[in-house]
């Protein structure tokens, strides 16, 4: 079967634990850069990643890199490369991409140049003057950094975050591919109980559940590979009953959501309805000073209101305060709480066993984990 090369980009902090994932579906060579983790394989190993990734955002096949400092390198490197042996006469192939401290700065120049370049490599293989573009799409990523440039075909389509359970949001919701790289971080196991009392749409508790009970995250979606002629018939739907088979449907996990907004504590439910999961899952109506959990262990991963977007910082502190009183030092409890504020510690009461970095959008945060009992 064809060899691939692939980039999995993620969020800022998540390279490890994307390239981790990777090494676990038997990816070879993975090897974890600034925002994106590469790493070879066959088309299978395409399929798996798609489904199965948590924390990286896609799945790319890289085609080729290479330097440019001048519109000509750009073209005469795009065109060399064998887009033939992916994009079909009639595929559409629509380019995006981004450009950082390199010479070609101008991001729709760049893209009108890698257009005109792989059109130019098409015409010569499938001797059409015009491409209708009227089939399924292979959409080219390009990146250019420090005049290295990537050229990649989107084998995702919509982004891997998009799990399909969570159509409605709350009004400040997490991404999945970070509440399933908290929930990681702060390691539950297939009997834990997880508990998320600022649950919102549910997010959290959702990938908690899944990834206990070893539900690969696509299952409930398509990929745009899949539409593709170069794909081996069946290699999706091969991966697809792999991963159904692979579900551990008799983990003890449960999780327990609870939100101020009644609102709120509806939708988590509704998302985990879609989701498959709601009969692992119970949510509440409540503040968090009320929380006061009855199992004798537990693991609380959560993100209170920041004071940017839903409260001011001063009330958020106070919060934190309410939460650091209701969340104890005690064996066999675990919070990860995840926040923008360098001064989260000392608001909850006490200093984080372990902190990690992490990017929520484009917002700098930590992950302030307890697990000293
Ligand atoms: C940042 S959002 C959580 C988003 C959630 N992780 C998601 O993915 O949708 C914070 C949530 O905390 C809730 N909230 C605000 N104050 C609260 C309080 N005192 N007790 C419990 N929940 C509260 C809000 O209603 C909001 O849904």
């Known amino acids: 079967m064809q060899s691939l090369c692939c980039c999995a980009p ?25 925002g994106r983790v590469l790493f070879a394989g066959d088309w299978h190993t395409l399929a798996a990643a798609n489904l199965w990734l948590r924390t990286a955002e896609r799945v790319e096949i890289v085609l080729g890199q ?7 390198e750009l073209f005469e490197g795009t065109r060399a490369l064998p887009w033939e042996d992916f994009i079909g006469r009639q595929n559409a192939f629509p380019v995006k991409g981004w450009s950082l401290d390199s010479a070609l700065h101008s ?20 001797h059409v003057a015009w491409f209708e573009e009227t089939g399924p799409a292979l959409p080219v ?7 290295a440039v990537t050229l990649m075909l989107d084998s995702s389509g919509a982004g891997l975050h998009k799990r399909g359970y969570r159509a409605v949001a ?16 702060a390691r539950p196991y297939e009997d834990s109980v997880l508990y998320d009392p600022f649950c919102g749409s549910g997010t959290i508790l959702i990938e908690g559940a899944l990834q206990a ?14 539409e593709w002629d170069c794909l081996p018939a069946g290699t999706f739907a091969a991966a697809r009953d792999q991963a159904r088979a692979q579900i551990n449907r008799q983990a003890p996990f449960r999780c327990v959501g609870a939100d101020l907004d009644p ?39 959560t993100n209170p209101p920041y004071g940017e977007r839903l409260l001011d910082v001063q009330a958020a502190r106070e919060l934190y305060r309410r939460m650091g009183a209701v969340m104890e030092k005690k064996p066999g ?12 510690e000392e608001h909850f009461g006490r200093p984080a066993d372990k902190k990690r970095k992490l990017y929520n959008g484009m917002l700098r945060c930590t992950l302030y984990l307890y697990f000293k009992g």
């Open 10 to 34: 993620c969020l800022f902090g998540l390279e490890g634990l994307a390239a981790d994932e990777l090494r676990r579906m038997g990816a070879q060579q993975v090897q974890a850069e600034n």
């Open 66 to 72: 290479f330097n440019a400092a001048t519109f000509d």
């Open 107 to 126: 991001v729709p120049d760049c893209q009108s140049i890698i257009k005109k370049a792989i059109v130019e490599r098409l015409r010569g293989r499938y």
């Open 263 to 301: 609102a709120m504590v509806a939708l988590t439910l509704q998302n985990a309805q879609k989701a498959g999961v709601a009969g692992r899952l119970q949510a509440a109506a409540a503040d968090v000073a009320a929380f006061a959990p009855t199992t004798p262990r537990g693991i609380v991963v």
């Open 213 to 226: 009970c070893n539900v690969a995250p696509g299952l409930r979606r398509r990929f745009a590979a899949e």
């Open 170 to 185: 709350s009004q400040a919701p997490i991404k999945e591919t970070l509440a399933a790289a908290m929930v990681a971080l």
């Open 141 to 147: 990523r390009f990146s250019i950094r420090k005049n």
């Open 333 to 344: 409890w675990r919070y990860a709480v995840i926040s923008p504020d360098e001064q989260f």
